[in-house]
């Protein structure tokens, strides 16, 4: 079983940043690809990026390329999310994701956050 929590979500203006954290269960860095996805309002729940647990390499959405990047800390057993030049479509519950597979289909990710909302206002 994995535990995954989520922080740093709040309200930013355009083009600002934020960066949110995923704390992970001991370990689980080492043995899992983690991703964040994000789910806003009456939509489907996207993919952000994801991060390889063997290699630490990361690919994201072409919506966050440039602008969004993953990275990870084994000693704090925690993964980031650095969101810079933010838009108002950017708002929604972000969620980060553990799982075996190096997919970015939300559906086969086995263990998930309870998810932290980011709002950027216009």
């Known amino acids: 079983q994995v535990q995954l929590a989520e922080f740093g979500g709040g309200l930013v203006q355009a083009g600002g940043s934020l960066r949110l954290s995923c704390v992970a269960s001991?370990?689980?860095?080492?043995?899992?690809?983690m991703a964040w996805f994000r789910q806003a309002p009456g939509k489907e729940r996207e993919f952000v990026g994801v991060i390889a647990w063997y290699d630490g390499r990361a690919a994201y959405a072409d919506s966050v390329t440039g602008r969004f990047t993953i990275s990870r800390d084994f000693a704090k057993n925690t993964v980031y999310l650095q969101m810079n030049s933010l838009k108002p479509e950017d708002t929604a519950v972000y969620y980060c994701a553990a799982d075996v597979s190096l997919v970015t289909t939300p559906e086969t990710y086995r263990y998930w956050g309870q998810g932290t909302q980011v709002t950027v206002s216009s």
């Open positions: 001991e370990g689980a860095l080492s043995r899992y690809n």
